[in-house]
């Protein structure tokens, strides 16, 4: 099934870390970008952080030096992964997080894919 699945939302105090991990499934060729978006109540919808297959990351001011990206491409077509570790968490990061890949799947021929997640909570409160 194509999807991305998302995991590792929760509640933390300020200061606190928290990982997310998401996970992406089909026939997958190549996923060229995974990335990390955000949206809290009465906002946009904004990235966090993005990573290519080839390993270059772009993070939004708010996530540099606070956020890591990183990626699993496995060889095969069966796991692609990408995490975002959250250190020194704020209030402000308190929104949903969504996780986007763009990529090519083989269905019923291969298909260039940009694909959300269902997104995670995650709640930066004392």
């Known amino acids: 099934q194509v999807q991305l699945v998302e995991s590792g939302g929760g509640s933390v105090q300020p200061g606190g870390s928290l990982r997310l991990s998401c996970a992406a499934s089909?026939?997958?060729?190549?996923?060229?970008?995974m990335a990390w978006y955000r949206q809290a109540p009465g906002k946009q919808r904004e990235l966090v952080a993005q990573i290519t297959s080839g390993g270059s990351t772009n993070y939004a001011d708010s996530a540099k030096d606070r956020f890591a990206i990183s990626r699993d491409n496995a060889k095969n077509t069966a796991k692609n992964t990408v995490d975002l570790q959250m250190n020194s968490l704020k209030p402000e990061d308190t929104a949903v997080y969504y996780c986007?890949?763009?990529?090519?799947?083989?269905?019923?021929?291969?298909?260039?894919?940009?694909?959300w997640g269902q997104g995670t909570l995650v709640t930066v409160s004392s």
């Open positions: 986007k890949a763009e990529g090519v799947w083989e269905v019923g021929g291969r298909r260039y894919l940009e694909l």
């Open positions: 089909g026939s997958i060729i190549s996923i060229n970008v």
